[in-house]
């Protein structure tokens, strides 16, 4: 072959290999751009949305009460920050810091440890109803005698006592209404049967 031929292809050759080479670190370069992206947004979702205008949402509640800061620690290990800020309706029985007090001795300690993450949001979902509510529907569920559907799968009894209403056999001790459903107050952990 002629050194004048030889050349061109040479060039050509250099030329391949450096478009090659510039699609698979482009490629590469996508790749890790995405998979961040991906996982910001797994690490970020509803949850991370602050604004001064809308109405609280039952987590921005209950982060801002002294009252349930064992829950609002619970949720952020479990990791379902974002299914309790979603847009409902959504009913939230809140076990207080003294509900979460009473379970036997260890055992919240032993549920927010790395290996329980999904024990924990199982037994938090069990304290989601995704439903719409407030104390006149549960008076309502209870006079029919019907269960209500919670997240983790499982179903509670409501119960009209004459002392107030129960979920889960825990008496609800107050209610707020929140931009995403409501919150009842309860001062007992309700622990799902398949736990």
């Known amino acids: 072959m002629k050194p004048a031929t030889l050349i061109p292809i040479l060039v050509f050759a250099i030329v391949i290999s450096c478009t090659n080479k510039n699609h698979t670190d482009n490629k590469t370069k996508g790749n890790t751009i995405e998979q961040n992206s991906k996982q910001e947004a797994e690490n970020q979702g509803q949850a991370s949305i602050t604004d001064d205008i809308s109405d609280s949402n039952a987590l921005q509640v209950a982060k801002s009460l002294p009252d349930f800061t064992t829950l609002v620690t619970a949720i952020e ?103 995403n459903g409501w919150i009842h107050v309860i001062d007992d952990v309700i622990i799902p049967t398949n736990k």
């Open 77 to 179: 290990t479990a990791g379902v920050e974002n299914s309790v800020v979603n847009v409902g309706p959504l009913t939230i029985f809140a076990p207080t810091n003294s509900a979460f007090d009473k379970l036997p001795s260890g055992t919240l300690e032993n549920l927010v440890k790395p290996g329980n993450k999904e024990k924990l949001a199982y037994i938090l979902k069990n304290h989601v109803a995704p439903a719409n509510y407030p104390d006149s529907q549960l008076e309502k569920e209870a006079e029919k005698g019907r269960k209500l559907y919670m997240a983790s799968g499982e179903y509670l009894n409501v119960l009209k006592k004459e002392d107030g209403l129960y979920v889960g056999d825990t008496k609800i001790l107050k209610t707020v209404k929140v931009s």
